[in-house]
C-alpha cells in the first residue's frame, strides 16, 4: 500500500457556486493579493479568469465540509457528533 502525501487545500468560491481547490500557499497569496486591490478586475487562477466581485470568500476545507452536511440535512448534537437526517441522538444517555 502506498501512502500519498496531500498537500493541504482552500477553496476559493465564486457567486454562481463553483468551487476552486487550490494548495494553501497559492491561496493565502491569492488572499493578500484581493486585500490590496482597491477596484474589482479580471484575475486568473487555475486556468479561470473571473472578476474579483465574484469572490465569495476563500474557505478552509472544514468550513465547506459544514456546509455540505447541512446541506444533506445532517446535524450535529450539543455533544459535537454529525447525525444524518433523521438519526437520534444517544450522546448525552448516561452508561447502566
Same mark, same amino acid.
Given at each position: ?19 476552486? !481547490? ?59 457528533? !454529525? ?14
Amino acid at each position: 500500500m502506498t501512502q500519498v502525501l496531500s498537500k493541504k487545500q482552500k477553496c476559493v468560491q465564486v457567486r454562481s457556486g463553483l468551487e476552486i !481547490w487550490i494548495d494553501k500557499e497559492k491561496a493565502e497569496k491569492f488572499q493578500d493579493l484581493l486585500k490590496n486591490i482597491t477596484q474589482h478586475k479580471y484575475v486568473k487562477l487555475e486556468g479561470d479568469t473571473f472578476n474579483t466581485a465574484d469572490i465569495v470568500g476563500i474557505f478552509e476545507p472544514d468550513h465547506i465540509e459544514r456546509r455540505d452536511k447541512i446541506k444533506r440535512g445532517d446535524w450535529q448534537c450539543e455533544f459535537g457528533h !454529525w447525525h444524518i437526517r433523521g438519526q437520534q441522538c444517544g450522546h448525552g444517555m448516561l452508561p447502566r
